[in-house]
Nanobody, 123 residues
Framework: QVQLVESGGGLVQAGGSLRLSCAASGGTFSRYTMGWFRQTPGKEREFVAAISSNGGSTNYADSVKGRFTISRDNAKNTVYLQMNSLKPEDTAVYYC????????????????WGQGTQVTVSS
């Protein structure tokens, strides 16, 4: 059983930056594909980014390419999401997730989820 805890959310002005962190415990972190998702009220959860278990491969939603960067530190059991050039439409609750599957281009199949962290971008 893997537990995931996100942190780093907050309020930022448009054009600003935030870095989200997700700390994992209870499993072998280096075996899991990690992903970030986001959700706003009344909408379905949206895939943001994913990273392979060894960090060698990444995948991004078109809406965040060139602005967001996913990375991981397997020694610290932590995955990060660096968010730059933030826009009001990036406002959402951001969730990290873990899955055993190595398919980072597939936005489904995640086994474990964190509780989420709020990101609010003001215009």
């Amino acid at each position: 059983q893997v537990q995931l805890v996100e942190s780093g959310g907050g309020l930022v002005q448009a054009g600003g930056s935030l870095r989200l962190s997700c700390a994992a415990s209870g499993g072998t972190f280096s075996r899991y594909t990690m992903g970030w998702f986001r959700q706003t009220p009344g909408k379905e959860r949206e895939f943001v980014a994913a990273i392979s278990s060894n960090g060698g491969s990444t995948n991004y939603a078109d809406s965040v390419k060139g602005r967001f960067t996913i990375s991981r530190d397997n020694a610290k059991n932590t995955v990060y999401l660096q968010m730059n050039s933030l826009k009001p439409e990036d406002t959402a609750v951001y969730y990290c997730a873990a899955k055993r599957s190595s398919l980072i281009t597939i936005a489904t199949g995640y086994d474990y989820w964190g509780q989420g962290t709020q990101v609010t971008v003001s215009s």
